[in-house]
């Protein structure tokens, strides 16, 4: 399994920008993809972005795509996601996740970092 540590969260007013980072270490060989969640307090986890680990092809969520961009090193074994204009519904925790080769789907995640937009 591959151990996932996020980074950069933090409070940024409407209109900002945050750069968050998500380091991958243990059996980080064996990843397909890696992605980007959020979840709000009493809501189910939605999905943010994603980004194949071999090949780099990206997908985002229709809420979020032309404002953020999802990339990775792969020597660093990193993942970040950066978030322009952001906009008050942006606030959440996000979770950096992982999937493994033969998984069904997203099988580790990091333990969150809390981005907050103000207006």
């Known amino acids: 399994q591959v151990r996932l540590v996020e980074s950069g969260g933090g409070l940024v007013q409407a209109g900002g920008s945050l750069r968050l980072s998500c380091a991958a270490s243990?059996?980080?060989?064996?990843?397909?993809?890696m992605g980007w969640f959020r979840q709000t307090p009493g809501n189910e986890r939605e999905f943010v972005a994603r980004i194949r680990w071999a090949g780099g092809e990206t997908y985002y969520a229709g809420s979020v795509e032309g404002r953020f961009t999802i990339s990775r090193n792969i020597r660093a074994n990193m993942v970040y996601l950066q978030m322009n204009n952001l906009k008050p519904e942006d606030t959440a925790n996000y979770f950096c996740?992982?999937?493994?080769?033969?998984?069904?789907?997203?099988?580790?995640w990091g333990q969150g970092t809390q981005v907050t937009v103000s207006s």
């Open positions: 996740a992982a999937q493994a080769v033969g998984a069904d789907s997203w099988n580790s």
């Open positions: 243990g059996r980080t060989v064996s990843t397909v993809a």
